[in-house]
């Protein structure tokens, strides 16, 4: 079989997958002995990619997306797709594939998977379902993902969908990642990166926001559906919205900064990176971008085994702070500014978060797959991930700054006198700086996935 060139690298496709799936089956193993001691025994497990859906009171679908549970093990599930996993026995993926003249039918992907587990394929949902029931015996069985069709037909118990035990477990779990999954995130940077590089070379004329995006998805072929995530692009104070969704058809005014923050996906898994770029900015903000430049890399580099994620949030702070002072912003000391909390008005958001399947992958807080978690601290309740950092996580690091005018209010209201407003005002026409990329943790230390390839 041929395989996409983007989805090559150095060690075949076939061969990273066949070790994925061993992995995968191994873990669950211990998984099932672990859970199955608390929650009654459980030999089997099935993934339900989940059904499809139209929109309220319409006959349209909702573009479909499979449970993350699934996707891990089978890529492209669709629409009331299952996967049967028994240890010692091939998984079996029973595929969904009706008798349609409205739609394309429904092809095998272009990938090991093929190869590597055993596939049935059924003319509808029902069907598949009714050759589940078949084969197995629900005292045997718990579900992840049930529908409420596979729950009546295989009689399944309440404790035996999604067992909390079992599931806080898969979620721990999905935190490691294997040498195929790191493939599948290389792969989606691949496909970012002409993306990423379009908008660098159409930055000088200063498009527009739509402009910029449509470029984005021409360079890397894709459809806005195919998007893991809502592309961020956004001229000047624009860039101060967190999420901002728009995307301006008009040219910028003044057009000096940009912030493009967006992604791509491979086999189910995405990549997620953010750049802010200076066409003609004031001083100060470029000192400042500059500053958060080689603030993210010394960030980067702490990404190791071991690192608490919440102390190295505290250090992105910390550098802000700095910066802050650096430029003239902040008046007052560095450490009455932290201490105070008035450096989270600039950013107030989590350095970064666990990335994967799901751009804000699960296990963020989690410090077992027992479920034991580490709540975010009270000051910041918005951190995504608290854990300390082990090999075989993937996570986004992601400082930003920005001058967003709701919490610059509110700063003034408590530090009036900390901070020089007038140039505040002068910064707000730029919104903000963020800077992300994709880093890998090794037992040698952190691996920037995404850098090599968007710089």
């Known amino acids: 079989m041929t395989y996409p060139a983007g989805m090559r690298d150095s060690r075949p496709l076939a061969e990273s997958f066949a070790d994925h799936v061993d992995a995968l089956t191994a873990s669950l193993e211990g998984i099932l002995d672990h859970s199955g001691r608390a929650e009654g025994p459980a030999s089997q497990v099935l993934f339900d990619a989940g059904l499809a859906r139209n929109y309220a009171r319409d006959d349209q679908e909702m573009p479909f997306r499979p449970c993350p549970y699934i996707a891990r093990w089978v890529p492209e599930a669709g629409p009331g797709d299952l996967l049967l996993v028994r240890p010692g026995a091939t998984p079996c993926w029973f595929r969904v594939v009706p008798t349609d003249y409205w739609n394309e039918p429904r092809g095998l992907p272009l990938h090991p998977a093929v190869e590597h587990l055993a596939i049935a394929e059924y003319a509808s949902r029902e069907a598949a379902v009714a050759a589940v029931a078949a084969e197995v015996r629900a005292s045997e069985l718990a579900v992840v993902g049930a529908s409420p069709d596979v729950i009546e037909r295989l009689e399944l118990p309440p404790d035996r969908c999604e067992p909390a035990r079992l599931l806080d477990a898969l979620a721990f779990d999905r935190s490691h ?48 559906l195919e998007m893991p995530y809502s592309g961020i692009v956004a001229w000047d104070d624009h860039a101060a919205i967190l999420h901002y969704q728009s995307r301006r058809r008009t040219r910028p005014d003044p057009g000096a900064a940009l912030l493009v923050d967006s992604g791509a996906a491979a086999w189910g898994y995405a990549c997620d990176v953010t750049r802010t770029y200076v066409v003609d900015a004031i001083a100060p903000f470029c000192e400042l971008l500059r500053g958060m430049q080689d603030l993210q890399r010394s960030l980067v580099e702490a990404a190791i085994p071991g690192q608490d994620f919440v102390e190295l949030h505290a250090r992105a702070l910390e550098g802000i702070a700095s910066l802050l002072s650096g430029i003239g912003v902040l008046n007052a000391p560095i450490e009455q500014a932290l201490e105070a909390g008035w450096i989270d008005y600039f950013m107030p958001h989590g350095l970064g978060h666990h990335l994967g399947l799901q751009v804000h992958d699960v296990g963020g807080h989690m410090l077992s797959p027992s479920g034991d978690v580490r709540e975010p601290p009270s000051r910041w309740t918005y951190l995504r991930t608290t854990r300390p950092l082990e090999v075989g996580n993937v996570i986004t690091i992601e400082p930003g700054v920005y001058f967003m005018p709701t919490k610059l209010a509110e700063l003034r209201a408590v530090a009036r006198g900390a901070f020089d407003w007038g140039l505040l005002r002068e910064l707000q026409e730029f919104g903000g700086i963020r800077i992300e990329d994709d880093v890998w943790v090794t037992p040698a230390g952190a691996v920037d996935l995404s850098r090599p390839l968007i710089p």
């Open 177 to 224: 990642k294997t040498d195929y999954e790191i493939h599948c995130i290389r792969a989606a940077l691949g496909v970012a990166a002409r993306g990423h590089a379009a908008i660098a070379r159409a930055l000088a004329a200063q498009p527009s926001e739509y402009a910029l995006h449509q470029a984005y998805l021409n360079a890397a072929e894709l459809l806005d």
